[in-house]
Nanobody
């Protein structure tokens, strides 16, 4: 079964850090673009970060640039999102996604995880 499973969400105070993990299984995702998106209640699903190929090919939303870092371990078929200096506005359900097109548009990603809740208290 091809799937993505996120973990690592939780409750943290503003200024704190969390690390999310996306474990991919069922096939090799080495050639896929892996993305992180987030969705707050009543809002659209927004692009957070994506990685293509090696850890040098990354892209971030302006709102998280300098605070979040996306990386991947190809040997483990796993993608990570290190989140530092968290703000209350980072509160959302965070989703991992896999696609073939290097794009920030969520419609370009065909496979999604179930999401993990991140809550940042002020």
């Amino acid at each position: 079964q091809v799937q993505l499973v996120e973990s690592g969400g939780g409750l943290v105070q503003a200024g704190g850090s969390l690390s999310l993990t996306c474990a991919a299984s069922g096939r090799d995702f080495g050639n896929s673009v892996m993305g992180w998106f987030r969705q707050a209640p009543g809002k659209e699903r927004d692009f957070v970060a994506r990685i293509r190929g090696s850890n040098e090919n990354t892209n971030y939303a302006d709102s998280v640039k300098g605070r979040f870092t996306i990386s991947r371990d190809a040997s483990k078929n796993t993608v990570y999102l290190q989140m530092n200096s968290l703000k209350p506005e980072d509160t959302a359900v965070y989703y991992c996604a896999a696609g073939l097109i290097d794009s920030p548009r969520h419609s370009m990603y065909a496979l999604w995880g179930q999401g993990t809740q991140v809550t940042v208290s002020s």
